[in-house]
């Protein structure tokens, strides 16, 4: 028993540093990461009760079990909202409160006030359980039911009908685990008197759950870290359009030569593979050359694909996808030159004609090329007021923030939305509370400097950052940009009638000494937007259309 508790936490174990080793850890896999942590503890803890006779340590060793079980259900569902993308409506406050009874049953566990928990007959084999045990069980079970719900909504939902296979994988491995936990709290728990005891059950199920999640992980693409555009910007382009991330996964394709090329997403698409099946000549070093150099650049080359009309000849265009100098995917456009290609083959007295397709051919690849440019913008960009969007101005910021800190650099943030746009959109429609908003964008715009940056956190709410600024010159920008705001004249309707609005505003300004670390940027910027926040709620509640510095 003991050498079989032992094997399966060795094998929890080198999952966990696989997982580790071979992905580009994230936020979604540092979740995962987590959960899969506690559930090793469980495997670990029965095991290391079985190689000591000292009650101290087999006390200690069992703690570490219960705990390790106690904190799986959280882990969990912290896995879950970051798998949904649900975890940015939660703020560190409310996740710090929805952990709270998976601490509080970790305390109850470590001081086992009264044996309220579990009384122990004997260490290896023999534990009475408390009614601790049993509220522990009910809220493992609560972050279970509550997990599994928010799965099979987000499996549902329109939103995220891409996602479906990675939350069909959540489920099935999650609905592994609790089936070994229930069943084994059935055997050795509930039924312990008529039964015989089988104590590796959960430990088990722990294994089997991970094994096939990394199973998912590594055959489905469950942790896909690419956002790419939407589906019908793809299917509009007459052209063959796929998307790659940094590992050549196929993260999207669009239906014009879908069955041409037999792709499934998730799967990883072999570019050697597909020039060898395509591609006869020259050509096909250079291409891969500059397909696979250390800095990626545009590469082209010219491709034959037998289709259902025939033998059909394609241009192939592959462009990085760059993020600060650092490829995150890449495009990979197909374009038809068959006609092309018959054209010149048939006609080469007809040098005049042929010129015209070759810049018609150009022109294409141009449009394309433009086309790809205005997907990276659209991913950085919000639509309807061209500033920048929430997940952008955060990327930007963690390092802006950090630099800043490390050599005591001043700067400050506003948040700031519109007073009263309720009545704005009820009075005159939501048609002029758009307008409103891509106004007030410009006004502010208009009233900022050149370094600073302007995004739209979201509905009438921006953000801007002002770096190498004091507390003093923010508050002057600021009253500024409240100025601006006011004075400016909204016209609405073809009758001239114009509105005025007014901008409540949350303000922080950071000067620090010049030494300084941060150990976790990412909190640092919640704490920051969380103050800005409250200065913006005040604001509001102290009578709209001011400042408040915190």
Same mark, same amino acid.
């Given at each position: 028993?003991?050498?079989?508790?032992?094997?399966?936490?060795?094998?929890?174990?080198?999952?966990?540093?696989?997982?580790?080793?071979?992905?580009?850890?994230?936020?979604?896999?540092?979740?995962?990461?987590?959960?899969?942590?506690?559930?090793?503890?469980?495997?670990?803890?029965?095991?290391?009760?079985?190689?000591?006779?000292?009650?101290?340590?087999?006390?200690?060793?069992?703690?570490?079990?219960?705990?390790?079980?106690? @904190?799986?259900? !959280?882990?969990?569902?912290?896995?879950?909202?970051?798998?949904?993308?649900?975890?940015?409506?939660?703020?560190?406050?409310?996740?710090?409160?929805?952990?709270?009874?998976?601490?509080?049953?970790?305390?109850?566990?470590?001081?086992?006030?009264?044996?309220?928990?579990?009384?122990?007959?004997?260490?290896?084999?023999?534990?009475?359980?408390?009614?601790?045990?049993?509220?522990?069980?009910? *809220?493992?079970?609560?972050?279970?039911?509550?997990?599994?719900?928010?799965?099979?909504?987000?499996?549902?939902?329109?939103?995220?009908?891409? &996602?479906?296979?990675?939350?069909?994988?959540?489920?099935?491995?999650?609905?592994?685990?609790?089936?070994?936990?229930?069943?084994?709290?059935?055997?050795?728990?509930?039924?312990?008197?008529?039964?015989? %005891?089988?104590?590796?059950?959960?430990?088990?199920?722990?294994?089997?759950?991970?094994?096939?999640?990394?199973?998912?992980?590594?055959?489905?693409?469950?942790?896909?870290?690419? +956002?790419?555009?939407?589906?019908?910007?793809?299917?509009?382009?007459?052209?063959?359009?796929?998307?790659?991330?940094?590992?050549?996964?196929?993260?999207?394709?669009?239906?014009? !030569?879908?069955?041409?090329?037999?792709?499934?997403?998730?799967?990883?698409?072999?570019? &050697?593979?597909?020039?060898?099946?395509?591609?006869?000549?020259?050509? #096909?070093? &250079?291409?891969?050359?500059?397909?696979?150099?250390?800095?990626?650049?545009?590469?082209?080359?010219?491709?034959?694909?037998?289709?259902?009309?025939? =033998?059909?000849?394609?241009?192939?265009?592959? /462009?990085?996808?760059?993020?600060? #100098?650092?490829?995150?995917?890449?495009?990979?456009?197909?374009?038809?030159?068959?006609?092309?290609?018959?054209?010149?083959?048939?006609?080469?007295?007809?040098? =005049?004609? @042929?010129?015209?397709?070759?810049? /018609?051919?150009?022109?294409?690849?141009?449009?394309?090329?433009?086309?790809?440019?205005?997907?990276?913008?659209?991913?950085?960009?919000?639509?309807?007021?061209?500033?920048?969007?929430?997940?952008?101005?955060?990327? +930007?910021?963690?390092? $802006?923030?950090?630099?800043?800190?490390?050599?005591?650099?001043?700067?400050?943030?506003?948040?700031?939305?519109?007073?009263?746009?309720?009545?704005?959109?009820?009075?005159?429609?939501?048609?002029?509370?758009? $307008?409103?908003? %891509?106004?007030?964008?410009?006004?502010?715009?208009? /009233? @900022? %400097?050149?370094?600073?940056?302007?995004?739209?956190?979201?509905?009438? =709410?921006?953000?801007?950052? @002002?770096?190498?600024?004091?507390?003093? *010159?923010?508050?002057?920008?600021?009253? %500024?940009?409240?100025?601006?705001? =006011?004075?400016?004249?909204?016209?609405?309707?073809?009758?001239?009638?114009?509105?005025?609005?007014?901008?409540?505003?949350?303000?922080?300004?950071?000067?620090? +000494?010049?030494?300084?670390?941060?150990?976790?940027?990412?909190?640092?910027?919640?704490?920051?937007? /969380?103050?800005?926040?409250?200065?913006?709620?005040?604001?509001?509640?102290?009578?709209?259309?001011?400042?408040?510095?915190?």
């Amino acid at each position: 028993m003991t050498w079989m508790e032992l094997s399966l936490f060795l094998i929890l174990f080198a999952l966990f540093v696989y997982i580790f080793l071979s992905n580009h850890i994230v936020r979604l896999h540092k979740t995962y990461l987590l959960f899969h942590f506690f559930m090793m503890l469980w495997p670990f803890g029965q095991f290391a009760v079985r190689t000591t006779d000292y009650p101290q340590f087999q006390q200690i060793y069992i703690t570490i079990s219960f705990v390790g079980m106690s @904190l799986l259900g !959280f882990g969990w569902f912290l896995f879950t909202l970051t798998l949904t993308d649900r975890i940015q409506g939660f703020t560190g406050r409310s996740l710090v409160y929805l952990s709270l009874p998976a601490v509080l049953s970790a305390v109850s566990i470590i001081f086992n006030p009264g044996g309220g928990f579990v009384t122990f007959e004997n260490y290896n084999d023999e534990h009475r359980f408390g009614p601790l045990f049993w509220i522990m069980f009910v *809220q493992l079970l609560a972050y279970g039911v509550y997990s599994l719900v928010l799965l099979l909504r987000s499996r549902h939902s329109e939103i995220l009908a891409q &996602e479906r296979p990675r939350i069909a994988n959540a489920v099935t491995g999650i609905l592994i685990l609790v089936g070994f936990g229930l069943l084994g709290t059935l055997v050795n728990v509930a039924l312990a008197p008529w039964l015989p %005891r089988i104590p590796y059950l959960m430990s088990l199920g722990t294994v089997m759950s991970g094994i096939y999640f990394v199973f998912a992980i590594q055959r489905h693409g469950m942790f896909d870290i690419i +956002q790419f555009a939407q589906q019908d910007v793809f299917d509009t382009i007459s052209a063959g359009i796929i998307v790659l991330d940094d590992q050549d996964h196929v993260l999207e394709l669009n239906r014009f !030569f879908q069955p041409q090329l037999q792709l499934e997403l998730g799967k990883r698409f072999d570019m &050697e593979h597909f020039l060898a099946s395509t591609m006869n000549g020259g050509g #096909k070093e &250079e291409f891969l050359s500059a397909y696979r150099s250390h800095l990626p650049e545009r590469a082209q080359t010219e491709i034959t694909m037998q289709t259902i009309g025939g =033998e059909a000849h394609f241009a192939l265009n592959a /462009a990085p996808i760059l993020v600060n #100098k650092k490829m995150i995917g890449r495009v990979i456009t197909l374009q038809d030159v068959t006609e092309l290609r018959s054209l010149v083959a048939e006609t080469h007295s007809k040098n =005049e004609a @042929l010129r015209d397709r070759n810049r /018609a051919l150009i022109l294409m690849q141009d449009e394309l090329f433009q086309a790809n440019r205005k997907l990276e913008q659209m991913a950085i960009t919000d639509s309807l007021t061209g500033c920048y969007n929430r997940r952008y101005l955060m990327l +930007q910021l963690e390092h $802006e923030v950090a630099t800043n800190i490390r050599y005591g650099i001043p700067f400050a943030i506003f948040l700031f939305d519109i007073d009263l746009f309720k009545k704005v959109n009820d009075t005159y429609g939501h048609l002029v509370g758009d $307008e409103v908003i %891509r106004l007030t964008a410009k006004v502010v715009k208009d /009233a @900022l %400097r050149k370094t600073d940056i302007l995004a739209r956190y979201g509905g009438e =709410e921006f953000t801007v950052y @002002l770096p190498h600024t004091n507390r003093e *010159q923010a508050e002057m920008l600021a009253n %500024r940009i409240r100025s601006a705001v =006011e004075r400016h004249e909204y016209r609405i309707g073809k009758q001239g009638e114009t509105i005025h609005i007014t901008i409540s505003m949350g303000m922080m300004a950071v000067e620090g +000494q010049p030494g300084q670390n941060l150990d976790d940027p990412k909190l640092f910027l919640r704490d920051l937007f /969380a103050k800005a926040d409250a200065a913006l709620y005040r604001a509001k509640e102290d009578g709209r259309n001011r400042i408040v510095n915190m």
